[in-house]
């Protein structure tokens, strides 16, 4: 039971990625589904959340206007398009259910669950 995210990879400053995040054993329409990101030396960095619709998202100031999120039930998957890419967008993505809020909410100390390994997207030139 777990979210899987793939997708990353190099690209040159200015390019995309979209990266996938999986479902497996569970629902993931059943949680707000958020993105995260861990650079080497720095604390994880919240990038993004999709509401259990589909129909609400929220995202940090460092990638508004150039990331959006979205989700396919059907699938049981959630995807991050990343455009514009940055070099300080470097880093290891994990996607994550909220398992203590039935919408996006960027509250402290809430409780995340069903991790996956993440997937490294290193933008460079």
């Known amino acids: 039971v777990q979210l899987q995210a793939s997708g990353g990879g190099l690209v040159q400053p200015g390019g995309s990625l979209r990266l996938s995040c999986e479902a497996s054993g569970f629902t993931s329409a059943d949680y707000p589904i958020h993105w995260f990101r861990q650079a080497p030396g720095k604390e994880r960095e919240g990038v993004s959340c999709?509401?259990?619709?589909?129909?609400?998202?929220v995202f940090a100031e460092s990638v508004k206007g150039r990331f959006t999120t979205a989700r396919d039930s059907a699938k049981n998957a959630v995807y991050l398009q990343m455009n514009s890419l940055k070099l300080e967008d470097t880093a290891v993505y994990y996607c994550?259910?909220?398992?203590?809020?039935?919408?996006?909410?960027?509250?402290?100390?809430?409780?995340?669950?069903?991790w996956g390994q993440g997937t490294q997207v290193t933008v460079s030139s």
């Open positions: 999709v509401s259990r619709s589909g129909g609400s998202t």
């Open positions: 994550a259910a909220d398992l203590e809020h039935s919408r996006c909410t960027t509250v402290p100390g809430t409780t995340f669950g069903y």
